[in-house]
C-alpha cells in the first residue's frame, strides 16, 4: 500500500542496544529520516522497551528524573520483571483484564460477548453514594445467583476500592485518562532532562517544551550513555506516548 493511504504512520522500536547487530550508525540514520509522521512516517524509540510508560513508582515521580537502566538488564522478561515490581499503575493498566478474567475463569462466565459487556459496565461505576457491592451485585445477578453473585460483588467492590477510580468520582476511563496524562508530561519533562538537564518544566511552558524537543538529539545522547558494555546507562523514556501531545495537545491539557 501507498503511504497515502494513511493519514499518519507511526513506526515504533524498542531500543535494542544488547542485539548483535545493534548499529548505532542505522538507528540514528533512521531516527533522522522518518521524522514526520503525516510524511514518511515517524519512528519513536522506547528505552529501553514499549513498557517503560509504566515505569512510574508514585504519582508524581519525581525519581523519574534520573531512572535508569544498567546495559547489562536486557529487555524482555527481566525488565518487564522489574516494572512490575516498581510500576504503581501497570496492574491498573491491567485492570479490565483482571476484572474479565475473574469473571470468566473464577465464575464461568464463558460467553465472551456477555462477559465483556458486564465488565464495561463495572468499569463504568462511578459513585460511592450506593455501596459500590450493591452496584456490582445489580450488574452480576442476571449471570450469577446465589453465593457466587455475593461474593463476586464483594471481590469486584475490593478491587475497585484498590484501584481507586470511584473514590475520586470517575469512571475507570476517566480516572485512567488523567493518569495517561501524567504518563505522558512524566515523558515530556523527562525528555527536556536528556536533552537540556532540566527535569522540572513549568505547567505553562510545557507546549513549549515538547515543541522544541528533538528525538535525534535523545538518541545521540542515549547512545553516548549506554555505549560501555559494562557500565552504561539507558535513561528509562518512552516516546511512544508523545504522538498524543505531537497530534493534539489540548489533549493533555
Not at 106 to 118: A, H, V, Y
Not at 190 to 202: L, W
Amino acid at each position: 500500500m501507498s503511504k497515502d493511504n494513511f493519514k499518519n504512520i507511526l513506526i515504533t522500536f524498542d531500543y535494542e542496544r544488547h542485539d548483535t547487530y545493534f548499529s548505532e550508525e542505522k538507528i540514528n540514520r533512521l531516527q533522522s529520516y522518518f521524522s514526520d509522521s503525516a510524511d514518511q512516517g515517524k519512528l519513536y524509540i522506547n528505552y529501553p522497551m514499549v513498557e517503560s510508560y509504566q515505569h512510574l513508582t508514585s504519582l508524581p515521580d519525581v525519581s523519574f528524573s534520573e531512572r535508569s537502566i544498567s546495559v547489562l538488564v536486557h529487555p524482555g522478561s527481566q525488565y518487564k520483571d522489574m516494572i512490575r515490581k516498581e510500576s504503581c499503575i501497570a496492574w491498573k493498566m491491567e485492570f479490565p483484564c483482571k476484572i474479565k478474567d475473574i469473571l470468566f475463569d473464577r465464575f464461568d462466565i464463558e460467553d465472551k460477548n456477555q462477559c465483556n459487556m458486564l465488565v464495561e459496565q463495572i468499569l463504568k461505576i462511578e459513585s460511592s453514594e450506593e455501596d459500590i457491592a450493591v452496584q456490582v451485585n445489580r450488574i452480576l445477578k442476571s449471570s450469577l445467583r446465589g453465593k457466587d453473585l455475593l461474593t463476586a460483588s464483594n471481590q469486584m467492590k475490593h478491587l475497585i476500592t484498590k484501584c481507586g477510580y470511584v473514590s475520586e468520582g470517575k469512571t475507570y476511563y476517566d480516572y485512567m485518562h488523567s493518569i495517561f496524562n501524567q504518563v505522558i508530561i512524566h515523558n515530556i519533562c523527562k525528555s527536556n532532562k536528556i536533552q537540556r538537564n532540566e527535569f522540572n518544566v513549568p505547567e505553562d511552558n510545557l507546549k513549549d517544551c515538547f515543541g522544541t524537543l528533538d528525538f535525534k538529539r535523545i538518541l545521540d545522547l542515549q547512545n553516548e550513555r549506554s555505549r560501555d558494555e559494562q557500565t552504561g546507562m539507558i535513561w528509562v523514556l518512552n516516546t511512544l506516548v508523545l504522538f498524543v501531545p505531537e497530534y493534539n495537545f489540548s489533549l493533555i491539557e
